[in-house]
């Protein structure tokens, strides 16, 4: 039992930290942050950090790294702006447009990364310069305003249903999403067990989903007392239940636990290495381009220097929510949970008037600490 929770230490505490830094704040801001239209208000502008953090824990399983999301979420955001306007308005059109380069994004990185063998690094990082210098190019160095205000209901819109008051669903929404995670879970636990697994006592494993479904049930009411379900929590929702079952419960899915884990070993034991890890970086650019979109619809706008050091944020998560340096290991709920973490400490900070040089030093503490205490788990270990 004790190897178990030695196992999972990191899984459980990052939990308590999101919990203490919110209360911290909370006391240093007279609980501010805890009213129904801040939570509504973090949510929202952290939304895109989210969507990144998703794709960037499979990239980081695999033990590669991408540092070119904030580029990408750059160019693609600006491609959805630049289409949506040529299209009188055809928010199809410019979700298509946008997805597209995304992908197109993350199938050239990744067949460089993948099949060539160039560093996951140094590709990433060219990308980085290459498509903020396309971004430049596309938008004339110049923000490109939108046509009207639908774009904006994409990020700033709420779920207004005709059939049932937007609080009251939103109360309605949180009982379904977190009883959907809390099957999930079961069968996750169900499979592990079946296949000689390690797995949580049970004891351990109901305090960790009441504890989980207070949190989201928390943060559901919180919608219902402000203005309802915002549309991101929405997309947000659906990637969560997607790729943790993809994950979870996909020979794809497990295929890049296997990489990250052992590289060779996976290959011996039959698995296109290069495919998936080629998958992996398609998948990342699709989710940068969903972050890119979000950030338009943000600032009602698309700017060229969108994106600037969302990659900082967007690798912070995903360490603070349990991944680890090495490859291997690593959730989606984990990332979700870490965004969650860098997005209360810069909402605290704000509510704080603190400067943004102070907020980056911050950020960056936060950041070493992560990895830190990721290497020190490891050696233990070992």
């Not at 009188?88 to 298509?96: C, K, P, Y």
């Not at 946008?98 to 990308?127: D, R």
């Not at 305003?145 to 309605?172: H, N, T, Y």
Request: aromatic share 12%; with cysteine; charged share 10%.
């Amino acid at each position: 039992m004790f190897k178990i929770i030695k196992q999972n230490q990191k899984h459980f505490s990052m939990y308590m930290v999101l919990l203490l830094i919110f209360t911290a704040f909370g006391f240093m801001t007279d609980f501010v942050n805890f009213t129904p239209r801040n939570i509504t208000n973090l949510v929202i502008q952290n939304s895109y950090i989210l969507v990144l953090a998703i794709g960037m824990v499979l990239v980081i399983i695999t033990g590669k790294i991408d540092l070119s999301v904030g580029a990408t979420v750059a160019f693609t955001g600006a491609m959805a702006a630049i289409v949506y306007n040529a299209t009188n308005g055809s928010m199809l059109l410019s979700l298509a447009a946008c997805m597209l380069a995304g992908a197109a994004i993350g199938a050239f990185q990744g067949y460089w990364v993948a099949y060539l063998k160039v560093p996951a690094f140094i590709v990433t990082l060219a990308g980085m310069l290459g498509f903020r210098g396309l971004t430049y190019v596309l938008t004339s160095i110049k923000p490109v305003g939108l046509m009207d205000d639908e774009f904006k209901k994409v990020a700033s819109g709420f779920i207004e249903p005709s059939f049932m008051d937007g609080k009251v669903l939103a109360l309605v929404v949180g009982v379904v999403f977190l009883l959907i995670m809390v099957v999930m879970d079961i069968q996750n636990r169900r499979t592990r067990s079946r296949l000689g697994f390690d797995v949580l006592p049970m004891s351990l494993f109901i305090v960790k989903n009441v504890f989980i479904s207070v949190i989201i049930f928390w943060l559901f009411y919180k919608f219902s007392m402000d203005r309802g379900i915002p549309n991101v929590i929405v997309i947000i929702g659906l990637l969560v239940i997607a790729f943790t079952f993809m994950m979870n419960n996909t020979v794809f899915g497990r295929s890049i636990y296997a990489i990250g884990g052992n590289a060779k070993s996976a290959k011996l034991s039959g698995i296109n290495a290069e495919r998936v890890e080629f998958y992996v970086f398609v998948i990342m650019g699709v989710m940068a381009a969903i972050s890119g979109l979000i950030f338009t619809a943000y600032m009602n706008q698309a700017m060229p220097q969108a994106g600037n050091m969302f990659e900082l944020d967007a690798i912070s998560s995903v360490f603070i929510g349990g991944a680890s340096a090495t490859g291997g290991v690593g959730t989606i709920i984990g990332s979700v949970i870490g965004g969650l973490v860098m997005g209360v400490i810069n909402n605290g900070m704000s509510l704080m008037n603190m400067g943004a040089e102070y907020q980056l030093v911050v950020k960056a503490l936060v950041l070493l600490l992560a990895v830190w205490y990721d290497l020190q788990n490891n050696k233990k270990s070992a």
